[in-house]
């Protein structure tokens, strides 16, 4: 579960985008900040993996918490969420580390596609050990806002998250039926994925022979040393 920050001076503003977050499979809300102070606060003394951070802010400006954690070596990944839509803020966000800029006001499928591209990114770095080419590209156009996605059109990163860690807590290789029975999903969904995976190289295939009739297919995540 991706735990988020939302912070926003209005408290109402806040109250929506925390609901829009709640709707995203895979996320939850942490906790929700309305100045800079309280922000740095929530990171310092709890769990959060994201900040969805405004820029006006009555203490200090977004881009200063952003400033700020870095200062204090924390590494919580940062995706402004801000009337703020002159260049130099941009930049300033883009070169403080700020992973996306989604500029107000914004429907819920807009907010849906950043998040969405967040935790596809954060399923392609869990993967761990080194990268081709190929992957380091996907690494740096996961949160683009054109190019190609991270996965293809109709695959949810939250599933394939689920498929990911039910391979990694298996004894050894399993069956799609297996893979379905241990998350829950669909065969032919468990089948989409562990062939989607099996092509990105991070599932390997093997074949396993009876006595009779045709072998059965077994997957195992592949871990990269």
Known sequence: MIEVLVVDDDVRVADVNAAYVEK?????????AYNAAEALAQVEHGKVDLVLLD?????ETGLDVVRRLRE????TDVIMVTAARDVGTVQAAMRLGALQYLVKPFAFSGLRSKLEAYAALQLTLRGGGEAEQAEVDRIFGALAVRGEPALPKGHSPTTAELVRKALLSAEGPVSAQELA???RLSRQTAQRYLKLLERAGRVRLSLKYGETGRPEHRYAWVTRA
């Open 55 to 59: 820029h006006y802010l009555p203490d």
């Open 24 to 32: 995203i499979t895979g996320f939850r809300v942490a906790a929700k």
């Open 181 to 183: 029975d241990r998350t």
């Open 72 to 75: 204090r070596g924390h590494q």
